[in-house]
């Protein structure tokens, strides 16, 4: 069986860890988000990238959730005594590594899509990962502190400022040029199955179907595609997904972010042609309805790996796969 | 009393350190060797500058003499897991953070010395550390390992060959069209003395003398300029300095070094315009004769710091200040 994921970072690359248990035989191809990329310290980070690729490879922090286990931060203690910031992103020691390799191969002219298999290559996920493109694609936020109405990059915005500064409006800045890297198209319309895993769907899934022919990829494959809520009970599930939505004018609750996505047929969703089949929400929001979508209720807390791969059984029952 | 001193890495480092120590109100600059700089990684290390640096600052490793103290090697390690090399050159994690520092600002387009200043900004080496040139100049060895002739970096040859295939010749890449820094000439002219350190007298001294203007000025100037010898009874105190002066044609003696470098007045150097007014040598070499120098033998051994302090004393009593 085929199946392909949009994925965003941790509630991403742990509904995949199930997707993995629960059909250890499937082909399965991940189109990662890359809007939350950033340029530190000439280093090139893929944030979400790397979270889907170590918590498959096994070198994830399972404390943490992002970054490696066992990780350390002397590089960034002493980029911190030279008084070079910015001091709020998490930069490990052996996630460095990772920016070198990937930022020596950008720069030598390979596409992000080749860099990422390379880096896959030691870290075998067992997933075919993609980014959503090779072209540079910064999720940006309109914000006003005070100090005046300015756009900044998300991660200064997420980390920074925890996103306790309203977003006026989240951009996805150079998507509009931008084209899907290499075999994204293909994955979702060859693909069995089409998931949209439990990821923030501002900056995550948004961000993907910002790239101009994923959504209408997705609108045009014949395999179901069946969304998992990551509200439960109107609050995000982790992460600050509430401030994401907020900027697009979304309550935050699953049937909201249902209607957001709106259905393959018929209704639409909020920016054009909709996405959903099959919306899986939690047993908390049993009773949402979201006009041409089948809409099921199941425990969707990704407490353990057996729970995982319940709620993935559970969504690939709702996609009749 | 202004002191200023050329000065490679470990041997250099030393001595400046005994510089210090002799005359603590002295307005000391050093001018450091950049043709040991390296790129790896996409990284702009500087490993001479780096080591007067930390060894002035109080960062050097005592157990290495480069790099720096309390260093963690996890970013090369991980880098090495990926297969991306080279592996030979020790690229530790504190000192990446330097590098880091050092990119950064070479690639928003400061000058290398403007940056130097700035790193030293944090280590107070109580030093004005100048590089010699703010334009790229490498240390390529031409060698013939069976693999063909060919030429290699320094750093290659130095830290992967061990020196130990022969060099055919050294060649400062980029020093025919290289300017001294800015302060480079101005510390060389208006010295009260200038010394040369126990460095390496083709990779480290003869780099920076490669630089078209700073043997002229070194000729020129009105201060008294002593050399310290860094063979010892026909061989280097430390590191592989014969297999530097083979490749030049010049024997492993503190005679042949001395009479390499030449007189100031007089007799030239091997090179064109002669360096030395005087030349001390260790007690093991009494007797050596440089023509058109004043030679002295006196221990030479920077076993310790009181050790070095004598060292630096005898130098400017040779050079009667």
Redesign the interface.
């Known amino acids: 069986m085929k199946v392909t994921a949009l994925a965003g970072g941790i509630g991403g690359a742990r509904f995949l860890r199930g997707v993995k248990a629960a059909l250890p035989e499937a082909d399965v191809t991940v189109i990662g988000n890359t809007g939350d990329d950033i340029i530190l ?3 090139n980070i893929s944030p979400d990238l790397d979270t889907v690729m170590y918590t498959l490879g096994g070198g994830i922090s399972a404390e943490r959730g992002w970054g490696r286990e066992d990780e ?1 931060f ?2 960034a203690a ?2 911190k ?4 910031g910015p001091d709020w992103f998490g930069l490990g ?2 996630d ?3 920016h ?2 990937r ?2 191969m950008l ?1 030598a002219g390979y596409a992000l899509s080749a860099v990422t298999a390379a ?1 896959c290559h ?1 870290w075998q996920p067992g997933v075919r990962l993609i980014p959503m493109s090779d072209d540079r694609v910064e999720t940006h936020v309109v914000i006003d502190d005070g100090q005046g109405r300015r756009a900044i990059h998300f991660q200064e915005w997420w980390l920074r400022l925890r996103a306790e500064v309203p977003a006026e409006a989240i951009v996805s800045v150079g998507a509009a040029d931008a084209k899907p890297a290499p075999g994204v198209l293909d994955a979702i319309a060859e693909a069995d199955v089409l998931l949209l895993p439990p990821s923030n769907p501002v900056v995550s899934i948004g961000s993907i179907l910002s790239v101009p022919g994923i959504r209408e990829a997705v609108g045009a494959t014949a395999a179901p595609v069946v969304g998992v809520s990551p509200i439960i009970g109107g609050s995000a599930v982790r992460g600050m997904a509430d401030a994401c939505l907020r900027a697009i004018g979304v309550e935050t609750s699953a049937e909201a972010v249902g209607r957001h996505y709106g259905s393959r047929e018929g209704a639409h969703g909020a920016e054009g042609q909709g996405l959903l089949d099959g919306w899986l929400v939690d047993t908390a929001d049993a009773g949402v309805t979201v006009p041409g979508v089948r809409v099921v209720a199941r425990p969707l807390l990704m407490t353990d790996l057996d729970a995982t791969v319940a709620i993935v059984r559970a969504a690939l029952e709702l996609a009749g796969v």
Request: proline share 0%.
């Open positions: 310290h000439r280093l350390t002397t590089v002493e980029l005594e030279y008084g070079v020691d052996r460095l590594a990772t070198l390799v930022t020596q720069e880096l030691r």
